[in-house]
């Protein structure tokens, strides 16, 4: 990883992972393979940030532990990228295995339970959902009933006009949100390896 870190993919462990490095690497990882319109991709960092906001506006009063597991509901990705879903159905059930493990150690990393329990599973699915309707209808040239076909159809109240970051910006607006509920939630991340007194 650009830190330093050296992280196993096989057996990734929570020491070895880097809010910078997956900041870093979701601010240059493009939504639907850059097959968008504009200038610049929606980033994963971006995308994450929105679903976020997508949880609370649907679920005013959710904890602060379950709006950072909305923001990392992607994590993974700033190692294997971001793979469309029929891909990973393609791919099987061992590529599932993987992305579950890294996920699981990102999890722990951040003081979050490994694997998040179905009911907020479900909430923050419904907003990564929502997220991909603006996305697709913005961006990707559906048109509003076939997005609202596939990923159902925007939340009521909630208006979005979406304006692709640079990877810099979306790198900072993650790290600032991270930060921020990170100390909402409590939490202290596992110490890392590196780490000293």
């Known amino acids: 990883m650009l830190s330093g870190r050296r992280l196993d993919l096989i057996d990734p462990s929570p020491v070895d992972i880097e ?9 240059r990882v493009a939504r639907w393979n850059g097959q968008t ?8 960092a971006q995308h994450s940030l929105i679903v976020e906001e997508l949880l609370v506006h649907a679920t005013p009063g959710i904890a602060a532990r379950w709006r950072l597991a909305a923001l ?24 599932q295995d993987f992305e579950d493990r890294l996920t699981h150690a990102i999890h722990i ?17 419904a907003a990564d959902r929502s997220c991909a309707y603006f ?33 810099d910006q ?22 890392a390896a590196f780490d000293t007194e």
Not at 19 to 27: F, K, M, R, V, Y
Not at 37 to 44: F, H, I, K, Y
Not at 141 to 148: H, I, K, L, N, T
């Open 19 to 27: 809010i910078e490095d997956i900041a870093h690497g979701l601010s």
């Open 37 to 44: 319109t504009g200038e610049e991709a929606v980033s994963v």
């Open 72 to 95: 990392l509901h992607d994590a993974a990705e700033y190692v294997i990228g971001d793979m469309i879903s029929p891909f990973k159905a393609a791919l099987g059930l061992n590529y």
């Open 109 to 125: 990393r951040f003081g979050l339970p490994a694997v998040i329990p179905a009911e907020i599973k479900t909430l923050i699915k």
């Open 135 to 167: 996305e697709a209808t913005q961006l990707a040239g559906f048109s509003p009933d076939e997005a609202r076909s596939l990923f159902g159809g925007p939340p009521e109240g909630f208006h979005l006009t979406l304006e692709p970051l640079r990877p």
């Open 170 to 191: 979306a790198k900072g607006r993650y790290l600032e949100r991270f930060k921020v509920l990170i100390e909402a939630s409590g939490f202290a991340p596992v110490a």
